[in-house]
């Protein structure tokens, strides 16, 4: 029995052939475009795609996904093109994988599996590593095949020990197998615990500031336009999932407003439950911000499947309700101007930027900032001169438009954001201190 594992993945690239089915409700070109995708993730996992085979059907075989037939037609495949792995594009049942696996003798991966694989390679921080191991250890529970048991090998030590733990007696390998999981999925569910409360700590004490999260499908531009309109240098390679980690940064608009920009993970098609769930502590940047920038890749031949995914994906997170702007990216790529077109009727509120040439995006930032001027109040302040600390408040969170220094207090007439309006409460000036 042939096995994936992290090494031999990594040294020696699989030789992975591809399944596609067209189910009765699927649209041909649907399929096609989902295949291709498929393709994408092989490649970003570091496999090499040799053969793919695709099937019609009205609904998926209870037992191998796919007919009998196709399977007899994938082992001559499998033999012929020396393939080692399988990967179906479709989420397969554990048994569906067992009896797959037991029939091809082959390493069996469906499209939740890979894109698992590829968040594995990618988790750089600790908090992306525990969230991906958890959706790991979650998925592999009930199916506990080839492709997980050096989990298990890598935990067993001698005399019948399993990671510390000695084997009940009358205990059976799988039994002992799934109390190492869940075991495991209890202890990095109590380390993603304490990183969620540090996170709701950061997020509480950074309220003062407007908080914009960077949505998209992956590959759509975000870390480019994240790293264009802060400064920073994000990695953003022209790959599926290059960016796991939100990362934060204050930017300041052309107006006297300095907001938060959190750039998020990439959502897809299909996006695994077991993903959206780990990387809840991550996710909530999106679902308590206050303006999402809906970024899309409109050169994407399958730019309005993508938008579709990508609202999915922000409804099941409970963000669908918050406040969008439509960021069309790559317009330097794009060679049918009417696509544009037509996304511009159907979102008129929308920015066409190339985040890579800089195009568009100070029309970006001027829109950014007349969204939160909107929320701007005038008010008059009588700060007494011990209170210099709120007079630079000011400065920082407003636009002052004049400064009046009295005997008994500075006389301030600003423009301020009306979620500031509470700290600075108590210092309105009556009419009599600021004729």
Same mark, same amino acid.
């Given at each position: 029995?042939?096995?994936?594992?992290?090494?031999?993945?990594?040294?020696?690239?699989?030789?992975?052939?591809?399944?596609?089915?067209?189910?009765?409700?699927?649209?041909?070109?649907?399929?096609?475009?989902?295949?291709?995708?498929?393709?994408?993730?092989?490649?970003?996992?570091?496999? /090499?795609?040799?053969?793919? +085979? $695709?099937?019609?059907?009205?609904?998926?075989?209870?037992?191998?996904?796919?007919?009998? #037939?196709? +399977?007899?037609?994938?082992?001559?495949?499998?033999?012929?093109?020396?393939?080692?792995?399988?990967?179906?594009?479709? !989420?397969?049942?554990?048994?569906?994988?067992?009896?797959?696996?037991?029939?091809?003798?082959?390493? $069996?991966? !469906?499209?939740?599996?890979?894109?698992?694989?590829?968040?594995?390679?990618?988790?750089?921080?600790?908090?992306?590593?525990?969230?991906?191991?958890?959706?790991?250890?979650?998925?592999?529970?009930?199916?506990?095949?080839?492709?997980?048991?050096?989990?298990?090998?890598?935990?067993?030590? %001698?005399?019948?020990?399993?990671? %510390?733990?000695?084997?009940?007696?009358?205990?059976?390998?799988?039994?002992?197998?799934?109390?190492?999981?869940?075991? *495991?999925?209890?202890?990095?569910?109590?380390?993603?615990?304490? $990183?969620?409360?540090?996170?709701?700590?950061?997020?509480?004490?950074?309220?003062?500031?407007? /908080?914009?999260?960077?949505?998209?499908?992956?590959?759509?531009?975000?870390?480019?336009?994240?790293?264009?309109?802060?400064?920073? /240098?994000?990695?953003?390679?022209?790959?599926?999932? @290059?960016?796991?980690?939100?990362?934060?940064?204050?930017?300041?608009?052309?107006?006297?407003?300095? +907001?938060?920009?959190? !750039?998020?993970?990439?959502?897809?098609?299909?996006?695994?439950?077991?993903?959206?769930?780990?990387?809840?502590?991550?996710?909530?940047?999106?679902?308590?911000?206050?303006?999402?920038?809906?970024?899309?890749?409109?050169?994407?031949?399958?730019?309005?499947?993508?938008?579709?995914?990508?609202?999915? $994906?922000?409804?099941?997170? %409970?963000?669908? *309700?918050?406040?969008?702007?439509?960021?069309?990216?790559?317009?330097?790529?794009?060679?049918?101007?009417?696509?544009?077109?037509?996304?511009?009727?159907?979102?008129? *509120?929308?920015?066409?930027?190339?985040?890579?040439?800089?195009?568009?995006?100070? @029309?970006?930032?001027?829109?950014?900032?007349?969204?939160?001027?909107?929320?701007?109040?005038?008010?008059?302040?009588?700060?007494?001169?011990?209170?210099?600390?709120?007079?630079?408040?000011?400065?920082?969170? #407003?636009?002052?438009? !004049?400064?009046?220094?009295?005997?008994?207090? +500075?006389?301030?007439?600003?423009?301020?954001?009306?979620?500031?309006?509470?700290?600075?409460?108590?210092?309105?000036?009556?009419?009599?201190?600021?004729?």
């Amino acid at each position: 029995m042939r096995e994936m594992n992290e090494t031999t993945w990594k040294t020696s690239p699989s030789r992975a052939i591809l399944v596609g089915v067209k189910l009765k409700k699927d649209m041909t070109h649907e399929m096609e475009d989902s295949l291709a995708e498929l393709e994408q993730l092989a490649d970003t996992a570091g496999m /090499n795609v040799i053969g793919e +085979i $695709v099937q019609t059907r009205e609904s998926p075989n209870p037992t191998f996904f796919v007919g009998r #037939g196709k +399977i007899e037609e994938l082992q001559v495949s499998i033999e012929e093109l020396r393939a080692d792995t399988v990967i179906f594009d479709e !989420d397969l049942t554990p048994a569906q994988t067992r009896n797959i696996e037991g029939a091809l003798d082959i390493v $069996v991966v !469906d499209r939740t599996g890979l894109i698992l694989e590829i968040f594995k390679q990618r988790a750089q921080t600790r908090e992306a590593t525990l969230q991906v191991d958890l959706a790991r250890l979650e998925y592999a529970l009930p199916r506990l095949t080839r492709m997980w048991s050096h989990l298990s090998r890598q935990a067993t030590g %001698g005399g019948g020990r399993v990671g %510390g733990a000695m084997r009940g007696e009358g205990e059976t390998q799988l039994q002992t197998d799934r109390r190492l999981i869940r075991r *495991e999925i209890s202890k990095v569910k109590k380390s993603l615990q304490n $990183v969620e409360t540090q996170r709701r700590i950061r997020r509480h004490g950074r309220k003062e500031m407007a /908080n914009v999260s960077l949505v998209g499908y992956t590959n759509a531009g975000k870390s480019t336009l994240f790293n264009q309109l802060t400064g920073e /240098n994000r990695e953003a390679e022209d790959k599926l999932f @290059a960016t796991l980690d939100s990362t934060t940064r204050t930017i300041k608009l052309p107006s006297h407003h300095r +907001i938060l920009l959190s !750039d998020t993970v990439g959502f897809i098609k299909k996006l695994p439950h077991h993903l959206v769930a780990a990387f809840k502590a991550t996710l909530d940047e999106v679902a308590e911000a206050d303006l999402l920038l809906h970024v899309v890749d409109v050169s994407h031949p399958q730019v309005e499947s993508q938008i579709a995914a990508v609202n999915e $994906v922000l409804d099941e997170l %409970g963000a669908s *309700e918050i406040p969008t702007l439509m960021v069309f990216n790559k317009i330097d790529c794009l060679e049918n101007e009417a696509v544009l077109c037509l996304l511009r009727s159907r979102y008129p *509120e929308s920015v066409n930027i190339s985040a890579r040439c800089g195009e568009g995006l100070s @029309a970006l930032r001027m829109e950014l900032a007349n969204r939160f001027a909107e929320d701007d109040v005038d008010v008059a302040l009588a700060l007494p001169y011990s209170e210099g600390k709120k007079l630079d408040f000011v400065y920082k969170h #407003g636009e002052v438009l !004049d400064v009046n220094y009295q005997s008994a207090a +500075i006389v301030v007439k600003a423009k301020i954001p009306e979620r500031h309006l509470g700290r600075l409460k108590r210092f309105v000036a009556t009419p009599e201190e600021h004729s």
